[in-house]
């Protein structure tokens, strides 16, 4: 049986030429109904188009891809729509459908709008043309523009993810002159000054985002864990209550409590917090040590291996896991193993630290030189770092096409990923041995 609501819609459409013959009102009922349904639609869309504009400002892409689909439906015509949904794809990383978003504003548009222009160029930006379009991205925030705070963010995300901290640094003291009540840049300087192992300049950044913002919870979460590093459990100890109290079911937060009552003797309770969370967190490499040292207190010399060839299995040049290991090993009665893996362990910490010696004082310095990046994609090859081996062995090609380092080193790595070709170019720009 039809619903009264769907016989209503359908009345003017049977009556056709009779249409006379029902009363005015009957008319303005379906008027009234029509008109309200299509009000209620208009006005839920107006809701998740300014949820999404929320969720994308606060990077929570997925709850931004969602809204913004039932905006297009409604509104499939919209170029604005179309420029925040690129937006989304672009930060949740799928850059070609932010490109499909913006070709779609384009036959819209007939042309590129200045929104269209700028969210071209962050794509760009974001997939690597970086140090061609800076400048000019740059000139655009000097300028004023109303996105400064998009293009400057986009900029620091970029260097950050290529490791880049010292442009990354630069770019973020920018952002922070821009907007200095605002707490992302503070943390993401800090995140950086770690990786350029000034750690007390980063502490005061982590503070000053904290200040900013008090229930920033990833921030805390990282001044408790550098407090932790540093064995220093009473400072770490009133963020993790804090944070344990606002959010007792966070695996994160059970993990640092727990990771702190192992440092404090309190065994039994660090059990119990870190086993909790580790099943939400299988390959945490610092939750899992640290279970790996509890299980190796406790006799529990199996699970303690275990542990650590998980992080190890994700990341071989984990040294804190491979010191760990050795004792393990040890108590086995695995005695040459055990002397393997502390060989292998002082070789690897050697390795990080002349990495992060160059990162440091080399990587973008104006008189950096093609074979210290080569230097540093070579390093990270051997560490098993394969992502970021290859991309500063490119970096060090392109200001040396021949730089012999870098091609052997990346002759072998596509060697072994089974790239015959892309090894085979790179062997044709190595010269014979003494020439």
Same mark, same amino acid.
């Given at each position: 049986?039809?619903?009264?609501?769907?016989?209503?819609?359908?009345?003017?459409?049977?009556?056709?030429?009779?249409?006379?013959?029902?009363?005015?009102?009957?008319?303005?009922?379906?008027?009234?109904? $029509?008109?309200?349904?299509?009000?209620? !639609?208009?006005?839920?869309?107006?809701?998740?188009?300014?949820?999404?504009?929320?969720?994308?400002?606060?990077?929570?892409?997925?709850?931004?891809?969602?809204?913004?689909?039932?905006?297009? %439906?409604?509104?499939?015509?919209?170029?604005?729509?179309? !420029?925040?949904?690129?937006?989304?794809?672009?930060?949740?990383?799928?850059?070609?459908?932010?490109?499909?978003? $913006?070709?779609?504003?384009? +036959?819209?548009?007939?042309?590129?709008?200045?929104?269209?222009?700028? #969210?071209?160029?962050?794509?760009?930006?974001?997939?690597?043309?970086?140090?061609?379009?800076?400048?000019?991205?740059?000139?655009? !925030?000097?300028?004023?523009?109303?996105?400064?705070?998009?293009?400057?963010?986009?900029?620091?995300?970029?260097?950050?993810?290529?490791?880049?901290?010292?442009?990354?640094?630069?770019?973020?003291?920018?952002?922070? +002159?821009?907007?200095?009540?605002?707490?992302?840049?503070?943390?993401?300087?800090?995140?950086?000054?770690? %990786?350029?192992?000034?750690?007390?300049?980063?502490?005061?950044?982590?503070?000053?985002?904290?200040?900013?913002?008090?229930?920033?919870?990833?921030?805390?979460?990282?001044?408790?864990?550098?407090?932790? +590093?540093?064995?220093?459990?009473?400072?770490?100890?009133?963020?993790?209550?804090?944070?344990?109290?606002?959010?007792?079911?966070?695996?994160?937060?059970?993990?640092?409590?727990?990771?702190? %009552?192992?440092?404090?003797?309190?065994?039994?309770?660090?059990?119990?917090?870190?086993?909790?969370?580790?099943?939400?967190?299988?390959?945490?490499?610092?939750?899992?040590?640290?279970?790996?040292?509890?299980?190796?207190?406790?006799?529990?010399?199996?699970?303690?291996?275990?542990?650590?060839?998980?992080?190890?299995? #994700?990341?071989?040049?984990?040294?804190?896991?491979?010191? !760990?290991?050795?004792?393990?090993?040890?108590?086995?009665?695995?005695?040459? #193993?055990?002397?393997?893996? $502390?060989?292998?362990?002082?070789?690897?910490?050697?390795?990080?630290?002349?990495?992060?010696?160059?990162?440091?004082?080399?990587?973008?310095?104006?008189?950096?030189?093609?074979?210290?990046?080569?230097?540093?994609?070579?390093?990270?090859?051997?560490?098993?770092?394969?992502?970021?081996?290859?991309?500063?062995?490119?970096?060090?090609?392109?200001?040396?096409?021949?730089?012999?380092?870098?091609?052997?080193? $990346?002759?072998?790595?596509?060697?072994?990923?089974?790239?015959? +070709?892309?090894?085979?170019?790179?062997?044709?720009?190595?010269?014979?041995?003494?020439?």
């Amino acid at each position: 049986m039809s619903s009264p609501l769907a016989t209503l819609v359908r009345l003017p459409l049977r009556a056709g030429a009779k249409l006379r013959r029902h009363p005015w009102w009957t008319l303005a009922v379906i008027f009234v109904l $029509l008109s309200g349904t299509a009000f209620g !639609v208009w006005r839920y869309a107006m809701h998740q188009w300014e949820a999404a504009q929320v969720a994308v400002k606060e990077e929570r892409t997925q709850d931004a891809k969602e809204r913004l689909a039932f905006c297009l %439906r409604v509104w499939p015509r919209s170029t604005e729509v179309h !420029v925040l949904a690129a937006r989304a794809a672009r930060l949740n990383g799928d850059l070609q459908a932010a490109e499909r978003y $913006l070709n779609r504003c384009l +036959e819209l548009e007939g042309g590129a709008t200045e929104a269209v222009q700028l #969210e071209f160029l962050l794509m760009r930006a974001q997939g690597g043309e970086i140090d061609e379009l800076a400048p000019a991205l740059f000139e655009l !925030v000097e300028k004023g523009h109303p996105d400064s705070q998009a293009i400057l963010e986009t900029i620091s995300r970029t260097y950050i993810l290529r490791l880049r901290y010292k442009p990354a640094f630069a770019c973020l003291s920018r952002w922070i +002159e821009y907007q200095p009540d605002n707490p992302k840049p503070y943390q993401w300087r800090g995140w950086s000054l770690e %990786r350029l192992n000034n750690a007390k300049a980063a502490m005061t950044d982590y503070q000053k985002a904290l200040e900013l913002d008090p229930e920033q919870i990833p921030v805390r979460l990282r001044i408790a864990e550098m407090y932790l +590093e540093d064995k220093q459990t009473p400072d770490a100890l009133p963020h993790l209550e804090r944070l344990y109290e606002k959010a007792p079911n966070d695996p994160l937060v059970q993990a640092r409590l727990g990771m702190c %009552r192992f440092l404090q003797g309190r065994a039994e309770e660090a059990r119990t917090l870190m086993e909790a969370a580790v099943v939400h967190l299988p390959k945490d490499p610092a939750l899992l040590v640290t279970l790996a040292n509890l299980d190796l207190q406790d006799g529990r010399i199996t699970e303690a291996e275990q542990r650590l060839r998980t992080v190890l299995a #994700e990341d071989p040049s984990d040294t804190e896991a491979l010191f !760990v290991l050795a004792p393990v090993l040890q108590a086995q009665g695995r005695t040459q #193993e055990a002397a393997e893996v $502390l060989a292998d362990f002082e070789k690897k910490r050697a390795i990080v630290e002349r990495i992060n010696e160059l990162l440091k004082d080399a990587a973008d310095s104006p008189t950096a030189r093609a074979d210290e990046y080569a230097e540093i994609g070579e390093l990270f090859l051997q560490i098993g770092r394969e992502k970021f081996g290859q991309y500063w062995s490119e970096r060090a090609l392109e200001r040396d096409p021949t730089n012999q380092r870098a091609n052997q080193a $990346l002759a072998a790595y596509y060697e072994k990923k089974g790239d015959a +070709e892309k090894a085979a170019h790179h062997r044709r720009q190595l010269r014979p041995p003494g020439k």
